[in-house]
């Protein structure tokens, strides 16, 4: 990891997404990877661009990997 690494709240704003999203995320899986140091979660902002672009779909039929829904 070449990057530094961002706590919760930054992640999720990167994401466009509530903190407390990212938090289901990492119970049901499906989010971005994550770094658990101690107490702290944090994420590699490289991290968070591969998981956005992974998730990127060109309409509503494709299968999604948000929030635990598995592709097939």
């Known amino acids: 990891m070449t990057n530094e690494l961002l706590d919760t709240a930054e992640a999720a704003r990167r994401c466009g997404l509530a903190k407390q999203t990212l938090a289901v995320l990492r119970v049901e899986g499906g989010g971005p990877k994550y ?3 101690g107490r702290r979660v944090l994420y590699d902002p490289t991290d968070i661009a591969s ?9 509503t039929s494709e299968p999604s990997k948000h929030r635990g829904e598995r592709a097939n």
């Open 35 to 37: 770094v658990k140091l």
């Open 51 to 59: 998981w956005i672009e992974a998730n990127k779909r060109a309409n």
